[in-house]
């Protein structure tokens, strides 16, 4: 009887989460409720290169998620993205007894700018500073020690990207809201 009672509340609760109106924010089925507008002013933002390898990473997850027509032309493109060089700072923050490091965190940084290219010299409509941290074991292998800092960068990297993308989400969801306020 209990055990009935249980599985009918567990089955009325998923019932009224699944209508309760929310869609996920990452995953497979993300973006697939954006308005219209939001998904054609994204589509028309020309993703600026990016120095170093892990901005080469970071411009080409930038793209695989903007861009929805197949092409990221500068020539007809309404915005422009300039992102800085990733700066990165890698701590020691798990230390032994014998004074040896066992586990690191992985520090990267950005600035990114919105720039409107219909505006002659450029109107920078949003500026933001985003960073991304992630961790890794220091382990007795040199080469795993490197592939796990890898990885931990790969993470902070796509961190970095979500991170952009929402913010540009955001500003073309309401771009009112990030003018300036008039004193």
């Known amino acids: ?5 249980i599985l009918a509340l567990v089955a009325m609760s998923s019932l009224l989460l699944s209508a309760c109106g929310l869609s996920p924010v990452y995953g497979k089925y993300a973006n697939t409720n954006m308005d219209p507008s939001v998904k054609s002013s994204i589509d028309s933002v020309y993703v600026d290169t990016i120095p170093n390898r892990e901005g080469q990473k970071l411009r080409n997850l930038l793209i695989d998620r903007m861009v929805l027509s197949g092409k990221n032309a500068k ?6 993205l300039v992102v800085s060089p990733i700066s ?4 020691d923050i798990g230390i032994a007894k014998d004074d040896t490091a066992t586990r690191s965190q992985i520090r990267l940084s950005v600035s990114m700018s919105l720039v409107d290219t219909r505006i002659d010299g450029g109107k920078p409509l949003l500026n933001r500073s985003l960073w991304a941290v992630t961790s890794f074991n220091q382990l007795a292998s040199q080469y795993t020690t490197l592939v796990t800092e890898d990885d931990a960068r790969s993470q902070a990297i796509q961190q970095l990207s979500d991170q952009i993308v929402t913010q540009l989400e955001l500003y073309f969801a309401n771009p009112a809201a990030f003018e300036p306020k008039q004193p």
């Open 1 to 5: 009887m209990m055990r009935t009672l």
């Open 75 to 80: 020539a007809g493109a309404n915005y422009k």
């Open 88 to 91: 990165e700072n890698i701590y």
